[in-house]
């Protein structure tokens, strides 16, 4: 599942975990995690790869996946699902000081979940846009506000909520877990840390009924969570009050496959891999707002995932079916479609899109797909951005961006993303956009050209990649 070194590489760093005991195998992959990392060359996009090291007999079966990855708001922390239900937990970047000062608590962390992990977020995130942040400070933000949580969606339904901070995490009792990572750089700096891991989760969130597909914490300050399930429903919880639940919004006839939140906190929107809707939800009111129809170009299909930009005006998702994948973007305040780009290939099931996602100045969209290729996309343009190599011995399964940029993707591959610096225009779009909607937008009495623009209906409404054919045409 990962691109193999040479002894010629200039940049080499691995991650071992030794155990103070010694065990067989089996028990090593499920109880605690057994890692390495690898810089090569081979992609130039590709900083490092993030590599669970796992017997041959567990290659490639289910429960070693990588579901969910994230970043913490500040980017100083890296969380990801290695299979078995673990999660790790490691300073980011690797190399930092701060990370090697045992004073600062910077160790890495192993979370023993019990069940496959398939959904995780960082929390609280703090206010992007000053009206949010105003309406913070009446929140209950004072309590968590020293806190750095993790969620962590599993199998069976239930959410554990962890402390990064205190380290306080579940392991069953008696396997308190003592080990040793060894850190080698390139400058031939051996680093030994010693990482103690025990204790509980912090609580548990029970309530849903099927796997826990994705977690979202609201960029309000506050410690509300958003949960969305395969048992057709999302929830709302109070973090605050122990995890009581606020609501339970249900509407969706089948599994639903991702989640997210606008920037000022005003609306949800969920996808249904099955039933093929995508709802927005009020975060105000805990009610259904409306669901986005019109201009589906094949009748079969399946919705995989969705993100708002980081301005609110804009919600991409993402579907596929069995010979082309695409990727519309809705101004969610009208439920208008904007654009639609659209990907065709030659193989039935070959090229399924997984995971999709904004970057943070919101000029960049990153997608992950079957063959494992990250494509970066600026909405508008015909071609990508970036186009990383393609590799069919695994599946493409998340995405995501570093808070400063950046960008990650199963099985934890660091990659370089564009490095581009926005326009002015675009600056002052996404100030705007941040506290304006498109009703508020459209009355304004601005040339026609500028309010296309600021209402991103410049952006062409139907694009194919390069690698698509011309002369296969849309349906409906």
């Known amino acids: 599942m990962s691109r193999d070194t040479t002894a010629g590489d200039e940049h080499r760093a691995r991650f071992q975990e030794v155990k103070s005991e010694e065990c067989d195998k089996e028990t090593m992959c499920s109880t605690g995690t057994n890692a390495e990392l690898q810089q090569t060359s081979s992609d130039p996009a590709l900083l490092l790869e993030l590599k669970t090291r796992r017997p ?3 290659e490639g079966r289910a429960g070693c996946e990588t579901w969910s990855v994230d970043f913490s708001p500040d980017g100083a922390w890296f969380a990801w699902s290695m299979g078995h239900g673990i999660v790790w937990v490691v300073a980011w970047p690797l190399d930092s000081e701060d990370s090697q000062n045992a004073e600062s608590d910077r160790g890495d962390k192993s979370f023993s979940c019990g069940h496959p992990v398939w959904g995780l977020a960082f929390g609280p995130r703090p206010p992007k846009s000053s009206a949010v942040a105003r309406q913070a400070k009446t929140g209950k933000t004072s309590k968590g506000s020293k806190s750095l949580l993790l969620a962590t969606g599993l199998e069976n339904g239930v959410i554990k909520i962890w402390n990064v901070l205190t380290g306080e995490i579940s392991i069953p009792a008696g396997d308190a877990l003592t080990c040793t990572l060894f850190l080698y750089f390139s400058n031939l700096l051996w680093l030994i840390l010693n990482v103690f891991v025990s204790g509980d989760a912090v609580f548990d969130l029970h309530g849903h009924e099927g796997v826990v597909r994705d977690l979202v914490f609201p960029q309000n300050g506050t410690l509300t969570l958003i949960s969305s399930s395969r048992d057709k429903t999302l929830r709302i919880w109070d973090l605050a009050q122990k995890g009581k639940t ?15 939140v606008s920037s000022d906190c005003s609306m949800i929107a969920s996808v249904g891999r099955f039933d093929r809707m995508v709802c927005l939800w ?6 259904f707002i409306r669901k986005l129809t019109g201009g589906n170009y094949k009748t079969l299909f399946l919705l995989s995932s969705c993100d708002f930009s980081p301005d609110g005006a804009v919600l991409a998702t993402a579907a596929f079916s069995g010979s082309s994948w695409w990727i519309d973007l809705w101004d969610p305040y009208t439920a208008e479609k904007l654009a639609t780009l659209v990907d065709y290939f030659n193989d039935i099931g070959q090229n399924q899109i997984s995971s999709i996602q904004f970057s943070p100045n919101g000029l960049h969209l990153a997608m992950v797909t079957d063959d494992r290729a990250l494509r970066i996309w600026e909405p508008g343009q015909r071609g990508m951005v970036m186009q990383t ?14 808070p400063q940029g950046g960008n990650q993707r199963r099985p ?6 564009p490095r581009t610096v926005p326009s002015l225009c675009h600056l ?5 956009r941040q506290s304006v909607s498109t009703h508020q937008m459209e009355p304004l009495p601005l040339p026609k050209r500028i309010l296309q623009y600021l209402t991103y209906r410049n952006i062409p409404e139907r694009l194919k990649t390069c690698c698509s054919s011309d002369e296969e045409d849309w349906e409906g």
Not at 246 to 260: M, N, P, R, Y
Not at 282 to 287: A, D, F, M
Not at 389 to 402: E, I, M, P
């Open 389 to 402: 190599k393609s590799d069919r011995a695994s599946n493409g399964l998340c995405c995501k961006y570093h």
């Open 428 to 432: 002052c779009r996404s100030i705007l």
């Open 246 to 260: 606020v609501q339970v919004l249900s509407g969706h006839k089948d599994w639903i496959s991702s989640c997210c």
């Open 282 to 287: 009020s975060l105000r009111s805990y009610t």
């Open 412 to 417: 934890c591959e660091v990659l370089g993303g």
């Open 56 to 58: 041959p007999s567990l």
